[in-house]
């Protein structure tokens, strides 16, 4: 599985971007995808995650950032809402895939989101 993200970009405080990934190769086995976010000096942070029907957030990005999924386009998208200098990091696309027991984590390149006060 390759994933291909873009969509970052600089903004100002309550301002949005939309991020995207576009997977590839066998994208049949994905369990599960998502997004996770890493600051300077910070461990990285599940941001958003897509199992099956179950979406999941992080705390602090609930009721500002969705994450959606197009299957036609093998597309998964970020919508980012009311950002916050805090949310400045390099974003990564990523994704749990294989068969049971032989399945592994892919990590798309990562795209820079600045947010200025």
């Known amino acids: 599985v390759q994933l291909q993200a873009s969509g970052g970009g600089s903004v100002q405080a309550g301002g949005s971007l939309e991020l995207s990934c576009v997977a590839s190769g066998s994208t049949f086995t994905i369990n599960v995808i998502g997004w996770s976010r890493q600051a300077p000096g910070n461990k990285r942070e599940i941001v958003a995650t897509?199992?099956?029907?179950?979406?999941e957030y992080a705390d602090s990005v609930k009721g500002r950032f969705t994450i959606s999924r197009d299957n036609a386009r093998d597309t998964v998208y970020l919508q980012m809402n009311s950002l916050k200098p805090e949310d400045t990091a390099v974003y990564y696309c990523?994704?749990?895939?294989?068969?049971?027991?032989?399945?592994?984590?892919?990590w798309g390149q990562g795209t820079q989101v600045t947010v200025s006060s």
């Open positions: 897509m199992t099956g029907g179950t979406i």
């Open positions: 990523g994704a749990n895939a294989g068969i049971v027991g032989q399945a592994r984590n892919y």
